[in-house]
């Protein structure tokens, strides 16, 4: 099987939605899907973008994706780069798709002069932390993630 990376284009919107359906199903949290194909196409190709994505393919057809955007380290004084979805269809999973997003990654970390690559994982997703250990990844156990969002987000802002 040939797997190769490219970056997404416009017309990718559809697939990506897809994937990120799927992950979020597998993660247990399909009901929190807020997505579009509009949506994805401003923030990932407009011209306000926030964030890059990649395709996986296998064979030329779509296997997964990885969307990404630019952090910033204050202690190291450079950007870095996190990694917010990355998402291989599970006929895919084992044939070396994972990794081969992780290592398109670190290549565009490493061109960009990033200081890190940084993503999270849910606890309980033994397989994905298997395969980021094996690249060498080390869990951040010290740091605890904290997120505000719809009524919380709205409250604090209102005060």
């Not at 199903?25 to 994805?40: F, G, I, P, Q, S």
Request: glycine content about 8%; overall charge negative.
């Amino acid at each position: 099987m040939a797997i190769s990376i490219r970056d997404a284009v416009p017309g990718d919107a559809e697939t990506i939605l897809r994937f990120i359906t799927e992950l979020a199903t597998y993660e247990k949290a399909a009901h929190e899907v807020e997505a579009t194909v509009e949506r994805l196409r401003g923030s990932l190709f407009g011209t306000d973008a926030v964030a890059h994505a990649v395709i996986c393919e296998a064979d030329g057809k779509p296997a997964g994706f990885a969307i990404w955007f630019y952090s910033y380290s204050t202690w190291q004084a450079r950007k870095g780069l996190y990694l917010e979805d990355l998402y291989v269809s599970p006929e895919y999973r084992g044939s070396g798709a994972g990794k081969a997003l992780l290592k398109h990654l670190a290549r565009i970390a490493i061109a960009e002069d990033c200081g890190r690559f940084e993503w999270s994982v849910l606890d309980w997703n033994e397989p994905a932390i298997r395969v980021y250990e094996a690249v060498g990844a080390e869990p951040m156990s010290e740091w605890k993630r904290y997120r505000l969002a719809g009524e919380a987000l709205a409250a604090l802002a209102a005060d």
